[in-house]
């Protein structure tokens, strides 16, 4: 058993909550200590991708805990030292833009914020339509920034969708061994 605690964050990327949720217990199965945390849109919105109270539940099984989803449950992440990285999977170009300006107004925000305050690592898996446009320098931004990496990402429908990218859930579990030895997985860029 591993003896650090990963703080799951979600927004509201609703398409890629499967992809979470795998990567949820894969995390659970390699020994992890899962923190669920979930933004206020992620853990109360319906959509077609399924029921909030299901998508809640089933993330709560997994992890064996009570997910965080409020702005003041996310505060005490930092200063109780919960976690030893916060991961967002998914973090929408909404929460990248707000991270970027030091917005927090969302539990998602907050725990980030939060952790970082005590300079601990902040791993992001990015799942934006945008991210090619309006946010492509919010990515560059925060590239820059102590403690923030990045799950590697590419574009998922450069046709359709060209200005979208998502990360690669499948390399999670190596991301964040990186991250938690201070260095960004590479190429982040596939």
Same mark, same amino acid.
Not at 47 to 64: H, L, P, S, V
């Given at each position: 058993?591993?003896?650090?605690?990963? #703080? /799951?964050?979600? $927004?509201?990327?609703? $398409?890629? /909550?499967? *992809?979470?949720?795998?990567?949820?217990?894969?995390?659970?199965?390699? #020994?992890?200590?899962?923190?669920?945390?979930?933004? +206020?849109?992620?853990?109360?919105?319906?959509?077609?991708?399924? @029921?909030?109270?299901?998508?809640?539940?089933?993330? =709560?099984?997994?992890?064996? @805990?009570?997910?965080?989803?409020?702005?003041?449950?996310?505060?005490?992440?930092?200063?109780?030292?919960?976690?030893?990285?916060?991961?967002?999977?998914? $973090?929408? #170009?909404?929460?990248? %833009?707000?991270?970027? %300006?030091?917005?927090?107004?969302?539990?998602?925000?907050? %725990? &980030?914020?939060?952790?970082?305050?005590?300079?601990?690592?902040?791993?992001? &898996?990015?799942?934006?339509?945008?991210?090619?446009?309006?946010?492509?320098?919010?990515?560059?931004?925060?590239?820059?920034?102590?403690?923030?990496?990045?799950?590697?990402?590419?574009?998922?429908?450069? *046709? @359709? @969708?060209?200005?979208?990218?998502?990360?690669? /859930?499948?390399?999670?579990? +190596?991301?964040? =061994? %990186?991250?938690? #030895?201070? *260095?960004?997985?590479?190429?982040?860029? *596939?």
């Amino acid at each position: 058993m591993k003896d650090i605690t990963i #703080g /799951f964050a979600m $927004c509201g990327s609703f $398409c890629t /909550f499967a *992809k979470a949720k795998e990567t949820l217990k894969e995390l659970v199965a390699l #020994g992890y200590d899962v923190l669920p945390i979930m933004s +206020e849109n992620a853990f109360s919105t319906d959509t077609r991708f399924g @029921k909030a109270a299901d998508i809640n539940a089933e993330i =709560e099984r997994i992890t064996g @805990k009570r997910i965080i989803n409020t702005i003041a449950d996310a505060e005490p992440i930092g200063p109780k030292e919960m976690c030893d990285i916060i991961l967002i999977a998914p $973090c929408t #170009g909404n929460t990248l %833009a707000k991270l970027t %300006a030091g917005i927090t107004d969302t539990s998602v925000t907050m %725990a &980030a914020k939060s952790h970082l305050r005590i300079l601990r690592p902040v791993l992001i &898996a990015l799942a934006s339509n945008d991210a090619l446009g309006a946010n492509a320098k919010n990515i560059g931004q925060m590239m820059n920034r102590k403690h923030i990496y990045f799950v590697p990402f590419s574009q998922d429908d450069h *046709k @359709k @969708k060209p200005n979208s990218l998502v990360a690669d /859930f499948s390399l999670i579990p +190596e991301a964040l =061994e %990186a991250a938690l #030895g201070s *260095k960004q997985l590479e190429p982040v860029i *596939k």
